[in-house]
């Protein structure tokens, strides 16, 4: 977290945006912070803080290569939060087409 402060004050992003990442920061280190805390909001947490690190990913000014290997990471990571939290809340629910008989 402190790493994502130093990165976010150093940046060249605008006020507006550094404000935006602090704040996500600044929830999520409050949220993780209570001892008895229920899995399902340290998954939002996380999962705020994976949008918002997707978010820096594509303000940066890099080689494309190297940014659609960053976004995929994220995604990957994305996609084992989703994976973790199967049960968490309940059973969830998949899409289907409609019956087309």
Do not use: C, Y
Not at 44 to 70: F, G, N, R, V, Y
Request: proline letters at 4%; glycine letters at 6%; hydrophobic letters at 50%.
């Amino acid at each position: 977290m402190k790493e994502l402060l130093l990165f976010t004050n150093t940046s060249v992003f605008s006020v507006a945006v550094k404000a935006e990442l602090q704040s996500v920061r600044e929830l999520a280190i409050t949220g993780l912070g209570v001892v008895h805390f229920p899995k399902l909001n340290t998954l939002i947490s996380l999962q705020d803080l994976i949008a918002e690190l997707l978010q820096i990913t594509l303000l940066l000014i890099i080689l494309p290569l190297h940014k659609d290997q960053l976004v995929g990471l994220i995604r990957s990571t994305n996609v084992a939060l989703i994976i973790a939290s199967v049960g968490i809340s309940g059973p969830g629910f998949s899409w289907s087409s409609p019956d087309t008989r």
